[in-house]
């Protein structure tokens, strides 16, 4: 029996759409509302699709969603940039303004943010019609299955306009040609940004050190960087406070097998400092309560032994 995948097909602003659209080699897009609420209607792997608004009213593209969140908009320019459609934080917070009209727009202002990894904008040649069962009263969007005729053939549309687009698609969509065909989630490929709102959430918001909440002060530390070939994957991150991420970094504290906080003697010898470390060593992380979410340990162990400052 085939599994099934649900799809969404999200009313999409026509500018953010084009803004987009434009640019090449996109890993993430930050799919944003103006109002500060959680969206559920599908999962982490699904489908989210691009419903082009009026006078276009067509399916322009899609990302598969690898997170939902609401976030506050200075996190969401921080983390996406130009990624949110937006070619700056000002030209973001007046689009927020413009369906906000009675409230104040700032830096905490909360948006709800559909987080979409390896995007698919089709040129204007491949845009194709709506379901028929779309209604033009639809305000936000509507939720389709693989196990109903219209949801499988959209799966399938999107599928083979994806492949006419010849945009290079990965994490299971062209891994092989087999993958085409039978509905199936996708493990997103997330990118930098897609990475830290992963693990912000996984880690409930919150320092696995200090349990300290403000959002502003806390970053996502991949164990292993990406640059050393390291991946954006929640098992390779831990979410801390910005300057235990910069200590950890640089090999002055690292997490042993025991999910504990150690810190290098050298942090008080070379700086003539680091009480306020030194104090949290051996502190036990607090870890994601889902055991396919909790660092890696052979990720810990290299941590360890090749970026680690020994006493």
């Given at each position: 029996?085939?599994?099934?995948?649900?799809?969404?097909?999200?009313?999409?602003?026509?500018?953010?759409?084009d803004?987009?659209?434009?640019?090449?080699?996109?890993?993430?897009?930050?799919?944003?509302?103006?109002?500060?609420?959680?969206?559920?209607?599908?999962?982490s792997?699904?489908?989210?699709?691009?419903?082009?608004?009026?006078?276009?009213?067509?399916?322009?593209?899609?990302?598969?969603?690898?997170?939902?969140?609401?976030?506050?908009?200075q996190?969401?320019?921080?983390t996406?940039?130009?990624?949110?459609?937006?070619v700056?934080?000002?030209?973001?917070?007046?689009?927020?303004?413009?369906?906000?009209?009675?409230?104040?727009?700032?830096?905490?202002?909360?948006?709800?943010?559909?987080?979409?990894?390896?995007?698919?904008?089709?040129?204007?040649?491949?845009?194709f019609?709506?379901?028929?069962?779309?209604?033009?009263?639809?305000?936000?969007?509507?939720?389709?299955?693989t196990?109903?005729?219209?949801?499988?053939?959209?799966w399938?549309?999107?599928?083979?306009?994806?492949?006419?687009?010849?945009?290079?698609?990965?994490?299971g969509?062209?891994?092989?040609?087999?993958?085409?065909?039978?509905?199936?989630?996708?493990r997103?490929?997330?990118?930098?940004?897609a990475?830290?709102?992963?693990?912000?959430?996984?880690?409930?918001?919150?320092?696995?050190?200090?349990g300290?909440?403000?959002?502003p002060?806390?970053d996502?530390a991949?164990?292993r960087?990406?640059?050393?070939?390291g991946?954006?994957?929640?098992?390779?991150?831990?979410?801390?406070?910005?300057?235990?991420?910069?200590?950890?970094?640089?090999?002055?504290?690292?997490?042993?097998?025991?999910?504990?906080?150690?810190?290098?003697?050298?942090?008080?010898?070379?700086?003539?400092?680091?009480?306020?470390?030194?104090?949290?060593?051996?502190?036990?992380?607090?870890?994601?309560?889902?055991?396919?979410?909790?660092?890696?340990?052979?990720?810990?162990?290299w941590?360890?032994?090749?970026v680690?400052?020994?006493?």
């Open positions: 029996m085939a599994l099934m995948v649900d799809l969404f097909i999200s009313n999409t602003d026509n500018d953010w759409f803004f987009l659209a434009a640019r090449s080699d996109l890993d993430e897009v930050n799919f944003w509302k103006p109002s500060g609420t959680a969206f559920k209607a599908i999962s792997g699904e489908l989210f699709v691009f419903r082009l608004k009026s006078p276009r009213n067509k399916i322009g593209g899609f990302g598969v969603l690898s997170e939902s969140s609401v976030l506050p908009l996190l969401a320019w921080e996406f940039q130009e990624k949110n459609g937006a700056s934080y000002q030209s973001m917070r007046a689009a927020i303004a413009k369906y906000r009209l009675d409230e104040v727009i700032d830096g905490a202002t909360a948006i709800g943010c559909r987080i979409l990894v390896e995007p698919i904008f089709l040129p204007e040649r491949l845009w019609d709506l379901p028929n069962s779309w209604s033009s009263n639809i305000v936000g969007g509507k939720k389709y299955s196990d109903s005729s219209e949801g499988r053939s959209l399938d549309r999107l599928q083979d306009y994806a492949r006419q687009s010849h945009i290079p698609i990965i994490g969509l062209s891994e092989s040609t087999s993958r085409f065909g039978e509905p199936t989630t996708i997103p490929r997330l990118g930098q940004g990475f830290r709102i992963a693990v912000m959430e996984a880690y409930g918001r919150k320092c696995a050190i200090t300290g909440k403000v959002l002060a806390l996502a991949h164990i960087p990406y640059g050393d070939g991946v954006h994957a929640i098992t390779n991150g831990i979410f801390m406070r910005k300057d235990f991420h910069s200590i950890f970094d640089a090999g002055y504290a690292t997490i042993d097998s025991q999910l504990r906080l150690v810190v290098s003697e050298k942090v008080r010898t070379v700086f003539n400092n680091g009480d306020e470390y030194c104090r949290l060593h051996g502190t036990k992380l607090e870890v994601p309560t889902h055991p396919s979410f909790r660092p890696a340990l052979e990720l810990l162990k941590h360890n032994e090749s680690f400052e020994k006493r």
